[in-house]
């Protein structure tokens, strides 16, 4: 998995929206939508849920959000 996906799979388990995960990496909605195909498509899975699920199951996530992912949003 490259490092832009793992950014945007980190963000998956957050209540950020995909534009408002564009913002946070400074990165095109279309980049995170990119990213995001490609990591359902490497964990065989169809959504962010069962993506964040088995990311954690292969240890690709920790349990537990880190503070990378608890970043407040910009208002």
């Known amino acids: 998995m490259t490092q832009g ?3 945007v799979l980190r ?15 400074h990165v095109s909605r279309n980049t995170v939508k990119t990213h995001t195909r490609a990591i359902y498509r490497k964990l065989r899975v169809s959504n962010w849920h069962d993506a964040v699920q088995r990311a954690r199951e292969l240890v690709i996530l920790a349990r537990r959000p880190t503070a990378d992912t608890l970043t407040p949003r910009a208002s």
């Open 5 to 7: 996906e793992e950014a």
């Open 11 to 25: 963000r998956l388990r957050t209540t950020l929206s995909l534009r408002e995960i564009s913002r946070e990496l």
